[in-house]
Nanobody, 126 residues
């Protein structure tokens, strides 16, 4: 049974930084694309960033380009989202998600993931 567990959320002032982590178990992590998706109250889920199973492709939403980076550690089944220059508009619940990857292109804006974590709250104060 696949399990994804996010951590690292919290309250930060605008301009600050946070790093979200997601540890994955119960699936062959190194063959899965990994994504970060966020959802603010009353809003649709929003793609934030994704990294291919090999780590060779990274995709970002325009709203976070240049501020967020994504990385993965296949040896430890983890994916990270480093968030810099945070803005109040970044306030959301952030979800880690996994999608079968080998032979499947990583599409920009992808929201159709196979497995999801429970989410971690990020609150950015102005």
């Amino acid at each position: 049974q696949a399990q994804l567990a996010e951590s690292g959320g919290g309250l930060v002032q605008a301009g600050g930084s946070l790093t979200l982590s997601c540890v994955v178990s119960g699936l062959p992590f190194s063959s899965y694309h990994m994504g970060w998706i966020r959802q603010a109250p009353g809003k649709e889920r929003e793609f934030v960033a994704a990294i291919s199973w090999s780590g060779g492709v990274e995709l970002f939403a325009d709203s976070v380009k240049g501020r967020f980076t994504i990385s993965r550690d296949n040896a430890n089944n983890m994916v990270f989202l480093r968030m810099n220059s945070l803005k109040p508009d970044d306030t959301s619940v952030y979800y880690c998600a996994a999608k079968r990857g080998i032979g499947v292109p990583l599409a920009p804006g992808e929201l159709n993931y196979d497995y999801w974590g429970q989410g971690t709250q990020v609150t950015v104060s102005s």
